[in-house]
């Protein structure tokens, strides 16, 4: 019976695995999850390492072929970062509202959006498409491109974006191609959204292997101040 060696155990039992039963468990993808999640210089080897202890096939065994199929096999996993803690979500979606509120301040359908890389927050936007006669002049392109601007470069890894409302197929893109690591939105759009509303456009891992998403985090809230924005437009009797 193969068990596992000392210097695996050790980086196991940070993951809170501390047998071979446990680990047969959760399985080898899942806990080279983890792994990769929490720990530095885990590389694939270690992926290798997990398959053969939960199948109980030699390590040297393992083809180079198969080697390959674990790999790919990682790879359509759903992107996974650190979890974010509840407060720093609510800190963060509480200044786009404030975002928000400037739009509406102005005429404008309110929703804001910003970009935090490292606890800093590096760009902020509001939706300004009225008074820019521009419909590119979505929340979420603003703050990426005060992003850029800010990072002198035209990819965000490393960067969270947080937006008060589902984004559009628009704003889906623009967070995809610019490589954000992770978006949060506050209340789902049912018309227009495309993250899991009229469009899953996260969902592809062709062409997204990066931003995990994270939302609705409280539809009731988020979703407002836009319910009342629109409502106090109908026309009154
Ligand atoms: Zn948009």
Redesign the pocket.
């Known amino acids: 019976m193969l068990q596992i060696s000392r210097n695996l155990q050790t980086k196991l039992s940070q993951i809170g695995i501390n047998n071979l039963d446990e680990l047969m468990a959760i399985g080898y993808l899942e806990a080279f999850s983890r792994l990769r999640l929490i720990l530095s210089g885990i590389s694939f080897k270690e992926l290798f390492l997990l398959y053969s202890l939960v199948n109980q096939i030699e390590y040297q065994k393992l083809s180079e072929d198969l080697k390959s199929v674990l790999i790919e096999e990682f790879r359509q996993l759903p992107p996974r970062h650190k979890p974010l803690a509840v407060e720093t979500i609510n800190k963060y979606l509480m200044i786009a509202e404030e975002l928000a509120y400037q739009a509406k301040d102005v005429g404008e359908i309110p ?1 804001g959006a910003l970009i935090v890389e490292n606890d800093q927050i590096i760009g902020k936007g509001f939706n300004q498409t009225r008074s820019h006669n521009d419909i590119l002049a ?4 603003e703050a990426i491109r005060e992003a850029q601007k800010f990072k002198q470069n035209f990819r965000l890894n490393n960067c969270d974006l947080y937006v008060t409302i589902e ?6 893109g ?1 967070i995809i191609n610019s490589r954000i690591r992770r978006l949060v939105f506050g209340a789902r759009e049912p018309k ?1 959204g495309a993250c899991v509303s009229q469009f899953q456009s996260f969902n592809n891992i062709e062409v997204n292997h990066h931003c995990e998403v994270i939302g609705p985090v409280d539809q009731n809230k988020y979703s407002q101040l836009l319910t009342d924005f629109f409502r106090n437009k109908l026309p009154t009797i």
């Open positions: 929703i979505h929340a979420e392109i984004p559009c197929l628009m704003c889906s623009a227009t």
